[in-house]
Structures are given as C-alpha cells and as structure tokens.
C-alpha cells in the first residue's frame, strides 16, 4: 500500500483562496518532501521537512509535519491559477543500501480564475 | 542548476519491439539514479534504483528482465522496455541524485516519457 496518502483527492478553489493538502503516511520516516507536478511533466521538488522540524515556511508555502500523527499538510497561501497542478507527498522508507521515496496518490489541485 | 533531462519526452512503438530511454543529469554527477512509472492519474511507483558501474536494484514486482536498466556513466543512465507490450504504456520517469545510498533524497526529476505500445 501507498505509504503516503494525500488528501482530499482533487480541490478545487478561487484564485487567490489558500489551499490546503493533507498527507498521512504509515511508518516512521527520516524526511518527507512535497512535489508538484503540471500535466504530463515531470516533477518539480517543493520543500523538505526532517522528521524532527514541525513547520517550514517557503515562500507562500507552508508545511507542517506531525510525527506524532504521521501526518502531513501543504498550505498554498494566495493561490494562483498557475498553482493547478498535482501535488504529492513523498516519504523516505529504508530499503538496504539505497534511499528510496514513496509517493503518495496526491492531490488535484484547479484554481479557477 | 541540478538539471535532469529524459529523451526522448514520447515515443509509440509497435508491440514486440524494445524501446530506449535515456536520463541524463546535465550540470551535476549524478551516483544514484532511480527510475519511476506513472499510470495515468496515479501516483509514482519506483521501478528501480542504479548506482553508477553496478547492477540496478530492482523492486518487487519488477521483471529486471524485461526492464534493462543501465547506468554506466555518472550522467547518463537508461532504461530499455524490451519486447514491449500495451500494458508497458506508461509514463517513465527518471530521477538522478548526487548523493549515494542513504544520503540519496536529494532527488532532481526528469520531465518524463511517455511510451505508448500500439
């Protein structure tokens, strides 16, 4: 099963709202990142947060990370029409000598204009 | 910086035939590679990981056989779908890390290849 999972699965909002994704994840993690991706392309790295942080502010970008809960969420403050995109979580899971990633299922986002 | 370029961006192939793809870290070494598959509306599933000059380290319920991974160069790794069939449609996605091993989640995507197998 997906170790990450976001929600809600698709959020639709006005440009200019915030908007706010959620990520829960299963096992104990070192890191967990969020990435955007616009249709059909590839990734684009939004933040990182250490298991040991508990918010990271990135431009109009908020995480917050709560271990306790295994959970994560994005707030997107001002949104903007070119916001519309995916967005997943991802989380670190050890798996021998090498780093691995598990994405969640993420989240639609559309801002309307 | 930490550019990671896949070619090519799409490719139709016909069913039987293998296909290439090629992931290349421009502006930076990259020691570890991982390659991603995406079903459309879906999430990333990682395929497996490379590290350059050694074999790849494939996951469960990847055929290793059928999905040839090379990295034989510090910026250049690739990834051959052999005797490919429809349900290898997919979009591959490559991701390429300065880092080895366990240091590896600094990770710079590729823009992605979307195969179709008619």
């Known amino acids: 099963s997906q170790q990450g999972e976001e929600d809600p699965q698709a959020l639709s909002i006005q440009e200019g709202e915030n908007a706010t994704m959620n990520c829960s994840y299963k096992t104990s993690i070192n890191n967990l990142q969020w990435y955007r991706q616009n249709s059909g392309r590839g990734l684009v790295h939004l933040i990182l947060?250490?298991?040991?942080?508990r918010e990271k502010h990135s431009g109009r970008l908020r995480v917050t990370l709560d271990t306790s809960k295994k959970s994560s969420s994005l707030l997107i403050t001002a949104s903007r029409a070119a916001d519309t995109a995916s967005y997943f979580c991802?989380?670190?899971?050890?798996?021998?000598?090498?780093?691995?990633?598990?994405f969640g299922k993420g989240t639609l986002l559309t801002v309307n204009p | 910086g930490a550019v990671v370029s896949q070619h090519p961006s799409w490719v139709i192939c016909k069913s039987g035939t293998s296909v290439k793809i090629e992931c290349r870290s421009l502006d930076f070494q990259a020691t570890t590679m991982f390659w991603y598959r995406q079903f459309p509306k879906q999430s990333l599933m990682l395929m497996a990981t490379s590290n350059e000059g050694s074999k790849a380290t494939y996951e469960q319920g990847v055929e290793k056989d059928k999905f040839l991974i090379n990295h034989a160069s510090l910026t250049l790794s690739t990834l051959t779908v052999t005797s490919a069939h429809p349900e290898d449609s997919s979009f591959y996605i490559c991701?390429?890390?300065?880092?080895?091993?366990?240091?590896?989640?600094?990770?710079?995507f590729g823009p992605g290849t979307r195969l179709t197998v008619t």
């Open positions: 947060i250490r298991s040991n942080e």
């Open positions: 991701s390429a890390s300065p880092l080895p091993g366990q240091s590896a989640y600094e990770q710079y």
């Open positions: 991802a989380t670190d899971a050890s798996g021998g000598s090498n780093y691995k990633l598990t």
